[in-house]
């Protein structure tokens, strides 16, 4: 097998000092969590993961079922870039088996720390809150498995046995706050967002000539799109191609500042934030009386929407469209329809790539319309090695919560692998359909001197859209 | 040793565990919900791909192959060859013996002699490589030389040790329809039968039991199937926050609903 880096020998604790900031207590109330770790919570802990196993067969049976062949080791980014034994799969895995079978296993109680049975200690809970944080939960592990042992989903019960007992990183906690409050990740209040939309209306009528509008909380709207926050503020040149797109379809459209964020944080950290997040999205769609909702560039979003939405928001029969879709299903459904008059030369200085975010490529196994909205924008297309890309992609470093300053460490390494795959290309412009991606990958590349700019596939549509003014 | 009841004795007794150990872990399994979708590209969108994609896993071992050829080859020459092995000794809980289970004596003899070389091949990787030795604990070094031993007994039985078959056969019958019989038994065959009853006893309290939990998986038995809905039976209500809604007036009556009890979030 091709190796894209080689496999790392062992270096046992090389990431154990490499924390997340604790969670701040006003954000921890806002989003119905113990404010501080709880003076029980070793109590606390065992009562939720006993809660846990009884409310999730994915976690129990990953926990009783792995025979540690070890075939998921050398597959997760974080391990490949730090060495740290603890971030293979199997052994970050291990940290949740050992308290369970110690407390909820026969063979535990029976056989106890020679078959890795431990006890719920301060140190092993100091490794819960490391390892578990340094686990993006992009899932490339379960491709690998035999049984698809999937350990996110054991991260995302750690995360979550952990929250109960008010133990919680303030990256993900805050973010999820300043959703319940502003309605986005990014902290943004509504007469902020309404204002950058005049401004990049302005700035497109002088620099472009073109009067597009960016609209907000129109009420009776065709279309919400519901962008990840960052599309508005930091990849502007996304939300651009989003209106360009809309305006030359001819389509009516709307943002709500209820609800301008897909990226669903609560996906982090435990199931009653996932729903109340989700549940903005649906509530946004009512209250403008949209006939459809896409969801924008943006992989957790896209994840929690598509597989979750009607699980946890309710039935979407008040749509026209009665599922969750993408916006770039419809971006491609039209440049197949001929709606668009497109100039491929605008992006000739590009040879572009195209990078899977990971819930986008294995929890939906969403590949073609972003590559082909690429090709029909783009004269220069190439692809990634084949064991990067697709349901084998590797995460950009800073999914799941990771996104975070002081484990800057931890997002370079993890991301070493997208980078070596792009400097085999001799790509100088990724393009990829997340807003996390779009966050860390430009760092990931300047560590790791790769000469590649990253941006949103509606960017190069925006390029390349010919309108008439 | 001559003996009347030690051998069904030992036969019920494990049998017994195995089955009522696996049918205490599926019915943990199964009485624990899955409450969302967490398909796993690639996903089938129908059952019938689903009951493909699963025979596939359990035959080819197709994510092995991806991840690991040397672990591949290993684990599913052992897989293979146990099952040759252990379809040939079904002549003993037949008579007379059906024309399948008579082809597969060549085949099982045959892979009953290579048998014992995969299963050192993987107990060598769990000893030599650095990551094997970082992961593997108790139950896989137990697990491994059991079935070393297992392998091992059986192949001295078979080719150096003479055992009158006819006697054995008989005894499994007896043992089968509820009649036992006197055996005199040698001490290899002891030794091979305390061994496989050891291991039914220990399977259903092991990770061996990953033969019936990949059936249950649910990153590879969900359909991808997102225009239906999916049902979670513990999903409850969570408030409604209408913080920072537009335009004021609307803040003002969803605020007055919520106080009536009239508006849920999942309205």
């Known amino acids: 097998m091709h190796r894209i880096i080689p496999v790392p020998k062992l270096k046992p604790g090389a990431t154990r000092n490499q924390k997340c900031h604790p969670a701040k207590e006003k954000d921890m109330a806002k989003i119905n969590l113990p404010p501080a770790r709880l003076n029980d919570w070793k109590e606390v802990i065992l009562k939720k993961m006993a809660e846990v196993l009884d409310k999730y067969r994915s976690v129990r049976l990953y926990l009783d079922i792995c025979v540690k062949c070890g075939a998921c080791a050398d597959k997760c980014q974080f391990f490949l870039g730090t060495g740290d034994p603890k971030n293979m799969p199997v052994a970050r895995a291990d940290l949740l088996r050992r308290v369970y079978k110690k407390y909820f296993t026969l063979g535990g109680k029976v056989w106890g720390s020679l078959n890795e049975a431990e006890e719920l200690s301060e140190s092993l809970l100091a490794d819960w809150y490391t390892y578990f944080y340094q686990c993006s939960e992009c899932r490339r592990c379960a491709v690998f498995c035999p049984y698809g042992i999937d350990t996110a989903e054991i991260t995302m019960a750690a995360r979550e046995i952990m929250a109960a007992a008010g133990?919680?990183?303030?990256?993900?906690?805050?973010?999820?706050?300043?959703v319940y409050d502003t309605g986005n990740n990014l902290g943004i209040w509504p007469a902020a967002w309404k204002d950058n939309c005049a401004f990049l209306e302005e700035d497109l009528r002088e620099i472009e000539g073109v009067d597009i509008k960016f609209p907000v909380d129109q009420v009776g709207a065709e279309v919400l799109l519901v962008p990840p926050s960052a599309d508005n503020f930091v990849n502007t040149n996304t939300m651009i191609g989003y209106a360009k797109m809309f305006h030359a379809a001819g389509i009516s459209w709307t943002t709500s500042t209820y609800c301008n964020e897909g990226g669903n944080f609560g996906l982090f950290l435990n199931y009653y934030n996932l729903k109340k997040v989700n549940n903005r999205i649906l509530e946004a769609a009512r209250q403008l009386k949209v006939k459809k909702v896409y969801w924008g560039e943006c992989g957790h979003a896209w994840r929690a929407g598509l597989a979750f939405t009607t699980t946890l928001s309710g039935s979407m029969d008040f749509l026209e469209?009665?599922?969750?879709?993408?916006?770039?299903?419809?971006?491609?459904e039209l440049i197949r329809k001929k709606a668009f008059k497109i100039d491929k030369t605008a992006n000739d200085q590009f040879l572009v790539t195209y990078h899977d975010p990971c819930n986008v490529a294995r929890a939906a196994g969403y590949f073609?319309?972003?590559?082909?909205?690429i090709k029909a924008t783009c004269n220069h297309f190439v692809e990634m090695p084949a064991d990067t890309i697709r349901e084998k992609t590797y995460c950009c470093g800073a999914g799941g919560g990771l996104l975070a300053d002081e484990i800057m460490e931890i997002r370079l390494a993890g991301g070493k692998p997208r980078a070596e795959a792009c400097r085999s290309t001799g790509a100088n412009y990724l393009a990829t359909i997340c807003a996390i991606c779009k966050a860390n990958l430009p760092e990931v590349m300047k560590h790791h001197r790769v000469n590649c700019e990253v941006g949103g596939v509606h960017d190069l549509l925006g390029r390349a859209l010919v309108l008439k003014g | 040793m001559e003996t009347k009841f030690?051998?069904?004795?030992?036969?019920?007794?494990?049998?017994?565990?195995?089955?009522g150990g696996l049918i205490y872990r599926f019915w943990v399994w199964l009485k624990t919900p899955v409450p969302l979708r967490i398909v796993l590209t690639p996903a089938p969108q129908t059952r019938a791909g689903v009951v493909k994609r699963l025979a596939g896993d359990i035959f080819l071992f197709p994510q092995l192959l991806q991840a690991d050829r040397l672990l591949w080859?290993?684990?599913?020459?052992f897989h293979l060859l146990l099952l040759l092995v252990m379809l040939r000794h079904l002549r003993y809980f037949f008579y007379p013996v059906p024309v399948w289970i008579e082809a597969m004596q060549t085949p099982g003899l045959y892979a009953g002699?290579?048998?014992?070389?995969?299963?050192?091949?993987?107990l060598a990787r769990r000893l030599i490589t650095e990551r094997g030795l970082y992961l593997s604990i108790w139950g896989d070094y137990f697990a491994l030389l059991l079935l070393l031993a297992i392998s091992l007994t059986g192949l001295l039985l078979s080719q150096y040790f003479y055992v009158y078959i006819v006697d054995v056969k008989a005894m499994i019958l007896g043992i089968i329809f509820f009649q036992p019989i006197n055996f005199q038994a040698p001490w290899l065959f002891t030794l091979h039968f305390l061994l496989v009853s050891a291991l039914l006893i220990y399977f259903p309290f092991s990770k061996l039991m990953h033969g019936g939990g990949i059936f249950l998986s649910p990153t590879h038995n969900q359909r991808a199937n997102f225009k239906q809905p999916y049902r979670n039976p513990w999903d409850f209500p969570v408030a409604y926050n209408p913080l920072n809604l537009f335009p004021p007036e609307k803040y003002q009556q969803v605020l007055g609903e919520m106080k009536a009890g009239e508006k849920k979030c999942t309205e």
């Open chain 1, 167 to 178: 133990i919680a990183t303030k990256y993900v906690t805050e973010v999820v706050a300043k």
């Open chain 1, 321 to 332: 469209i009665p599922y969750p879709v993408h916006i770039c299903d419809l971006t491609w």
């Open chain 1, 368 to 373: 073609e319309p972003p590559r082909e909205i």
């Open chain 2, 6 to 19: 030690f051998f069904p004795f030992l036969a019920y007794l494990s049998c017994g565990v195995f089955l």
């Open chain 2, 73 to 77: 080859v290993l684990g599913w020459s």
């Open chain 2, 113 to 122: 002699y290579f048998l014992p070389v995969p299963l050192a091949g993987l």
